[in-house]
């Protein structure tokens, strides 16, 4: 009986220290300015961590008690990228630790989550696109701001947060221009195409908004449109219209840099139009290209495919 309270008073004084350690944790990540979904997810995956561990201690773990815990998570069927993404999360915080001065090495060196098959992105032909388009076509304001806000994110090949984050300040028409607000602060300037200008133009003759909001898409109440609204629109619109799989913004996205490349083979202008920093990020869409110049070689060539043996 003794022994079972002592073992209870030493696991209580372990766990107050752990969410300690995560408090004080946190409050560093708060400083450096991480999110606060950002400080949640290391805290999840530090305690996903802390419990594979047990009962060994979380912040005295070997490198061996990690890599266990790393192939445990990965039995249960964790994906590489969240496997790579809770070892990032583990590798700040025995990062801390050291400049805490509560730790002298890193367990996590020489760590690695296992590696991730190449996935391609997955993309809409191109008359799905246009039957897509075309679909939404009610005359109602929501529709006509649906409209304007796909077309462009195809036209322009925008992700998500660009899409919701345009002002109006950024729309050009004399020139027919964009400029967008990429990832990290990047600012890049992309055509428009003649049908995302037409329904851009219908809808700010629609827009009403107080004078202190420059969104150029907003939801029902005059504010800026959130991206999970987006996502929600998108994927009703392509419901009522028959698309036969899930469709997503960044698909339509996925669709223009694909399309534009089937059509113009520009590798680097197609890098240009999507923001990327290193062309590598743009290259896993010739895959998709080859894909489909072999889809139509399959169907059109006529030595494609084995003609039946004579009976």
Same mark, same amino acid.
């Given at each position: 009986?003794?022994?079972? =309270?002592?073992?209870?008073?030493?696991?209580?004084? +372990?766990?107050?220290?752990?969410?300690?350690?995560?408090?004080?944790?946190?409050?560093?990540?708060?400083?450096?300015?991480?999110?606060?979904?950002?400080?949640?997810? *290391?805290?999840? /995956?530090?305690?996903?961590?802390?419990?594979?561990?047990?009962?060994?201690?979380?912040?005295?773990?070997?490198?061996?008690?990690?890599?266990?815990?790393?192939?445990?998570?990965?039995?249960?069927?964790?994906?590489?990228?969240?496997?790579?993404?809770?070892?990032?999360?583990?590798?700040?915080? *025995?990062?801390?630790?050291? @400049?805490?001065?509560? &730790? /002298? /090495?890193?367990? +996590?060196?020489?760590?690695?989550?296992?590696? &991730?098959?190449?996935?391609?992105?997955?993309?809409?032909?191109?008359?799905?696109?246009?039957?897509?388009?075309?679909?939404?076509?009610?005359?109602?304001?929501?529709s006509v701001r649906d409209r304007a806000l796909f077309e462009l994110i195809y036209s322009c090949g925008?992700?998500?947060? @660009?899409?919701?984050?345009?002002?109006? =300040?950024?729309?050009?028409?004399?020139?027919?221009?964009?400029?967008?607000?990429?990832?990290?602060?990047?600012?890049?300037?992309?055509?428009?195409?003649? @049908?995302?200008?037409? +329904?851009?133009?219908?809808?700010?003759?629609?827009?009403?908004?107080?004078?202190?909001? *420059?969104?150029?898409?907003?939801?029902?109440?005059?504010?800026?449109?959130?991206? &999970?609204?987006?996502?929600?629109?998108? &994927?009703?619109?392509?419901?009522? +219209?028959?698309?036969?799989?899930?469709?997503?913004?960044?698909?339509?996205?996925?669709?223009?840099?694909?399309?534009?490349?089937?059509?113009?083979?520009?590798?680097?202008?197609?890098? @240009?139009?999507?923001?990327?920093?290193?062309?590598?990020?743009?290259?896993?869409?010739?895959?998709?290209?080859?894909?489909?110049?072999?889809?139509? *070689?399959?169907?059109?060539?006529?030595?494609?495919?084995?003609?039946?043996?004579?009976?």
């Amino acid at each position: 009986m003794l022994k079972s =309270t002592a073992a209870l008073f030493t696991a209580h004084l +372990c766990s107050s220290r752990m969410s300690s350690l995560l408090e004080r944790f946190s409050d560093y990540l708060n400083l450096l300015g991480r999110s606060p979904h950002t400080l949640a997810a *290391y805290r999840r /995956d530090l305690s996903l961590l802390n419990q594979q561990l047990v009962p060994h201690s979380l912040e005295q773990a070997s490198p061996a008690q990690l890599r266990k815990a790393l192939a445990s998570l990965h039995g249960k069927g964790l994906s590489s990228s969240s496997l790579a993404r809770k070892l990032s999360s583990w590798r700040q915080f *025995y990062q801390w630790l050291i @400049e805490q001065q509560l &730790r /002298d /090495d890193d367990p +996590c060196y020489g760590l690695r989550a296992p590696k &991730r098959g190449k996935l391609l992105p997955k993309a809409l032909p191109v008359d799905s696109t246009v039957a897509l388009l075309n679909g939404i076509n009610e005359p109602d304001t929501l529709s006509v701001r649906d409209r304007a806000l796909f077309e462009l994110i195809y036209s322009c090949g925008l992700r998500l947060s @660009e899409s919701v984050g345009l002002n109006l =300040t950024d729309v050009d028409f004399s020139d027919a221009l964009l400029r967008v607000h990429g990832k990290g602060g990047k600012v890049r300037i992309v055509p428009i195409g003649a @049908e995302a200008v037409s +329904c851009l133009q219908q809808w700010l003759s629609l827009r009403h908004a107080p004078a202190e909001e *420059y969104a150029v898409f907003l939801g029902q109440r005059g504010k800026r449109l959130s991206g &999970r609204q987006v996502e929600k629109r998108l &994927r009703d619109w392509a419901i009522r +219209c028959g698309t036969a799989q899930h469709v997503h913004p960044h698909m339509l996205r996925h669709s223009f840099a694909s399309h534009l490349l089937q059509s113009s083979g520009d590798l680097r202008a197609v890098q @240009e139009l999507l923001g990327h920093a290193n062309l590598s990020s743009t290259q896993i869409y010739t895959s998709l290209d080859f894909l489909h110049l072999a889809k139509t *070689y399959d169907q059109a060539h006529p030595r494609a495919r084995k003609k039946s043996a004579p009976d």
